[in-house]
């Protein structure tokens, strides 16, 4: 009852006692002014200890002042306001010692230039005046990054990377962005990986793009890819580039990129994955003397010898026939019946023609079928954006939301999209597991500039181990000076003074202390549970509460393609029938 009574040891956050005793003051005092009068002089003293003696008139009361058992009733009487007084003023201290946050207090930080960890609404109010100061006031437009705090439109495109563990509420701070995102009119694109996202909206609210889910759209690359570079980007998406064999890869991309230039002259923007994919199987011959109509083509790859195809031929055609099955198949065949009006184009979409709301759904079963969709797709996002061709509006809002970035492995141009793009009105908003997933995708030297190009951090609660290892030293540490109880023989004193450095957050609290908790009695109700998470990346450490986003399922989060389960026979007999 009484620890706020108690000194402030070691370097655990604690309550500070100058809220309740200043509540417990103010209290009394109110208490005091409103009750004393009331037992006072609204209840006048009798005139006598006698019975049948009458209350004295207030207009003859000090006449009666000097007798002793008026003197003694009022004694009492305002003895007893107090005591209210004073039992009032203690029960709302200790309600407000138990509500106050914990704080550094007790604790002296001597260095002011190193950073300082806030919690719950003094977090709020510290972020705020940061983001005011930095960016401005937010004028009412911006997202509410936690309830309570707003982000300035200019601070919107700074880049925001969730990292948390399995079930850490990642996913959570997504939805509640993205909800606010799509209220103001954004045009959002989401990342499905689990069917969650899917689920949550009809097909009249959002264009599913996913070549192996039944409802999904098509992607308009005929519109979206104009040009040499644009078409190396889908050969160097189809070719990867093996190791060791650099030369056969970049032979191949050059090659496709004929045959696409061929396709383009012939069937100008209404060309398929599929005319694409029929093409690339051609014979070595017939291809050759399709491209050799082209300006500095490809085609002395493709030359033969008396022999017939040489071995350097053979080998070009078959990473181009490698590439063109393994890459482009799966396209031809899931995208080669869409009609026209279920085909969403990237490049409409920036401009603000067609659905506000794309889901990019991937799926583990289908991981290369899936990173290849989301590669070309972000990809052409990515481009569209930095497009000089596309004017700089600040009203344009391109908001990615990018849950289990990991999984949609390398995006080409994320760095450039991600430094430049802020005045195009990009914001990505990305979740890992584990700062060392972007590491592993993008290597250590593109890995750490994609991970600092993400100025804003929320850390949830992460697993033990190097993961969290790498976030506490990412974070950073300071120098804290405290007391401790001094158990030494000889001691001068009760406590002793100590010095150190301490990390912002320890491995502990990222594992421990940060994720989804049970706030209430219900755990199934989403309403009895908070996410703690920590902000970083604006200097100091933010450490606050959000509540949980949960959004009505409305249909099936996915549902096979029909190409993933027809005979391969039956495919080919509804291709040729279309097609005729």
């Known amino acids: 009852m009484f620890a706020f009574l108690q000194p402030k040891l070691g370097t655990a956050p604690h309550r500070s006692r100058a809220p309740s005793v200043?509540?417990?003051?103010?209290?009394?005092?109110?208490?005091?002014?409103?009750?004393l009068p009331g037992l006072t002089l609204a209840a006048l003293p009798y005139d006598s200890f006698f019975e049948g003696s009458?209350?004295?008139?207030?207009?003859?009361?000090?006449?009666?002042?000097?007798?002793?058992?008026?003197?003694?009733?009022?004694?009492?009487?305002?003895?007893?306001?107090l005591v209210c007084a004073i039992?009032?003023?203690?029960?709302?201290?200790?309600?407000?010692?138990?509500?106050?946050?914990?704080?550094?207090?007790?604790?002296?930080?001597?260095?002011?230039?190193?950073?300082?960890?806030?919690?719950?609404?003094?977090?709020?109010?510290?972020?705020?005046?940061?983001?005011?100061?930095?960016?401005?006031?937010?004028?009412?437009?911006?997202?509410w990054l936690v309830p309570g705090v707003r982000l300035p439109p200019e601070a919107e495109g700074l880049g925001l990377l969730i990292v948390g563990d399995r079930g850490s509420g990642k996913s959570n701070i997504l939805r509640a962005l993205a909800s606010q995102a799509m209220a103001r009119g954004d045009r959002v694109l989401l990342h499905c990986v689990k069917g969650d996202v899917a689920q949550s909206f009809g097909p009249d609210e959002a264009v599913l793009i996913?070549?192996?889910?039944?409802?999904?759209?098509?992607?308009?690359?005929?519109?979206?890819?104009?040009?040499?570079?644009?078409?190396?980007?889908?050969?160097?998406?189809?070719?990867?580039?093996?190791?060791?064999?650099?030369?056969?890869?970049?032979?191949?991309?050059?090659?496709?990129?004929?045959?696409?230039?061929?396709?383009?002259?012939?069937?100008?923007?209404?060309?398929?994955?599929?005319?694409?994919?029929?093409r690339l199987l051609e014979e070595p011959d017939a291809i050759q003397a399709r491209v050799a109509r082209l300006d500095f083509s490809a085609s002395p790859l493709l030359g033969?010898?008396?022999?017939?195809?040489?071995?350097?031929?053979?080998?070009?055609?078959?990473?181009?026939?490698?590439g063109a099955l393994s890459g482009l198949r799966p396209l031809a065949l899931a995208w080669a019946l869409a009609p026209r009006e279920r085909r969403f184009s990237v490049r409409r979409w920036l401009r603000g023609h067609g659905p506000r709301t794309v889901i990019l759904q991937t799926a583990p079963e289908y991981e290369e079928l899936s990173r290849l969709v989301s590669t070309i797709l972000l990809g052409r996002v990515l481009v569209g954006i930095s497009d000089p061709s596309l004017p700089v509006n600040p009203k344009r809002r391109i908001t990615l939301l990018l849950d289990e970035f990991a999984s949609l492995g390398r995006i080409p141009r994320i760095e450039t999209?991600?430094?430049?793009?802020?005045?195009?009105?990009?914001?990505?908003?990305?979740?890992?597991?584990?700062?060392?997933?972007?590491?592993?995708?993008?290597?250590?030297?593109?890995?750490?500039?994609?991970?600092?190009?993400?100025?804003?951090?929320?850390?949830?609660?992460?697993?033990?181990?190097?993961?969290?290892?790498?976030?506490?030293?990412?974070?950073?540490?300071r120098t804290l000076v405290w007391?401790?109880?001094?158990?030494?023989?000889?001691?001068?004193?009760?406590?002793?003074?100590?010095?150190?450095?301490?990390?912002?957050?320890?491995?502990?609290?990222?594992?421990?202390?940060?994720?989804?908790?049970?706030?209430?009695?219900?755990p199934t109700d989403a309403s009895h549970k908070r996410l703690r998470a920590a902000i970083t990346g604006l200097g100091d450490v933010y450490e606050l509460d959000w509540p949980l986003t949960i959004w009505p399922k409305k249909r099936e989060g996915y549902v096979a393609a029909s190409w993933l389960t027809a005979s391969r026979k039956a495919r080919r007999n509804g291709y040729t029938a279309s097609e005729s």
């Open 210 to 278: 996913g070549a192996h889910h039944a409802d999904g759209w098509a992607w308009d690359a005929a519109t979206d890819l104009i040009g040499d570079a644009a078409y190396m980007d889908l050969a160097a998406a189809v070719i990867p580039m093996s190791e060791g064999g650099a030369f056969w890869a970049l032979s191949a991309r050059a090659v496709f990129v004929d045959v696409l230039h061929d396709l383009v002259a012939e069937r100008g923007r209404a060309w398929t994955f599929m005319d694409l994919f029929l």
């Open 87 to 143: 039992g009032g003023g203690l029960v709302a201290g200790l309600r407000a010692y138990r509500t106050t946050p914990l704080s550094d207090c007790g604790l002296v930080q001597p260095h002011t230039d190193e950073p300082r960890h806030h919690r719950d609404e003094d977090a709020g109010r510290a972020l705020t005046k940061r983001l005011t100061t930095q960016y401005g006031a937010s004028r009412g437009k911006g997202l």
């Open 483 to 522: 007391r401790e109880r001094n158990d030494e023989a000889g001691r001068k004193g009760p406590y002793r003074i100590e010095r150190g450095e301490r990390p912002l957050l320890s491995t502990t609290s990222l594992t421990r202390d940060l994720g989804v908790r049970l706030v209430g009695t219900d």
């Open 417 to 477: 999209a991600l430094a430049l793009g802020r005045e195009k009105g990009l914001m990505v908003n990305a979740a890992v597991q584990s700062l060392a997933q972007i590491v592993a995708v993008y290597g250590a030297e593109s890995g750490q500039v994609v991970q600092d190009l993400f100025r804003l951090r929320i850390f949830s609660a992460l697993a033990m181990g190097a993961s969290a290892d790498r976030a506490e030293a990412l974070i950073g540490r």
């Open 54 to 81: 009458e209350r004295i008139p207030l207009r003859h009361f000090f006449a009666y002042l000097d007798y002793p058992w008026v003197e003694f009733s009022l004694q009492r009487r305002a003895a007893l306001a």
């Open 304 to 322: 033969q010898g008396e022999d017939g195809v040489g071995n350097t031929t053979f080998g070009i055609m078959a990473t181009l026939w490698s």
């Open 22 to 35: 200043k509540t417990a003051l103010l209290t009394a005092t109110v208490i005091t002014v409103a009750v």
